[in-house]
């Protein structure tokens, strides 16, 4: 039985989902039982909180949306995250570093505020691995091509200071892999898929 949790960080555009979906891809043609999930949403309530989040018609506080992202994440541990630990590979669109880098490092809330309610909806629980896209400085902005949602809509600027605020949560860790979006989508597919095999250490 394969197991590990495997999160897709980055900011919009950096083809995290598209690599979470082509390892998904990977896993199947593999046989090896998997979860997507994506943060915001996942569970089914807490696809109903990414809606209310997203929407370009709310207009919430900046502290009203970190409750909120916290939240769905508190639905998606205890009901998917939780029962399935040892049992299936999980593989995240985004998870506890998306809230530190663009609540903290992007709007400014309090870092030790963000930690103490990570700790109050998962404990000590600590994704496995996590798979970090960066975009070159002068393609932050033509990444983000079509403003869907309320989140699409900030200044090159303010990617930037979230893409650090990425990049210092991975230092000096050896859980994380940076993928460069500047890199062909083929390369980087296997370089997600080499990693993989060795997480689960399968051939
Ligand atoms: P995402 O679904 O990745 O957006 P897209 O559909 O454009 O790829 O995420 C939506 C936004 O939510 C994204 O801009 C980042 C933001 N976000 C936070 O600000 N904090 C969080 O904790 C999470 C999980 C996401």
């Known amino acids: 039985m394969y197991s590990k949790v495997i999160v897709f960080e ?9 690599h979470l979906n082509e390892a998904s891809k990977y896993l199947k043609k593999k046989k090896i039982d998997h979860i997507k999930l994506r943060e915001p949403g996942g569970s089914k309530n807490s696809e109903k ?20 992202y916290l ?15 040892k049992k299936k590979i999980i593989l995240i669109d985004r998870f506890v570093d998306s809230t ?23 404990g000590n629980f600590k994704a496995d691995f996590t798979f970090l896209h960066l975009v070159k400085k002068k393609n932050i902005r033509k990444k983000i091509k079509s403003k869907k949602n309320r989140y699409d809509k900030f200044s090159k600027n303010f990617y ?9 949560l991975s230092k000096k860790k050896k859980n ?4 460069y979006s500047e ?21």
């Open 100 to 122: 530190t880098a663009y609540q903290h490092y992007g709007f400014g809330i309090n870092k030790n505020i963000i930690n103490l309610l990570n700790k109050f909806v998962l």
């Open 71 to 85: 939240s769905g994440r508190s639905e998606n541990f205890y009901k998917i995250i939780k029962p399935n630990l």
């Open 183 to 203: 890199e062909t989508k083929e390369r980087n597919k296997q370089i997600i898929q080499k990693k993989i095999n060795l997480l689960i250490k399968i051939k």
């Open 160 to 168: 930037l200071k979230v893409q650090n605020g990425f990049l210092r």
């Open 49 to 68: 909180l990414r809606n209310l989040l997203l929407s370009n018609k709310s207009n919430f506080e900046k502290k009203t949306d970190l409750l909120i």
């Open 176 to 179: 994380y892999l940076k993928i």
């Open 10 to 18: 980055g900011i919009d555009g950096s083809g995290k989902s598209y």
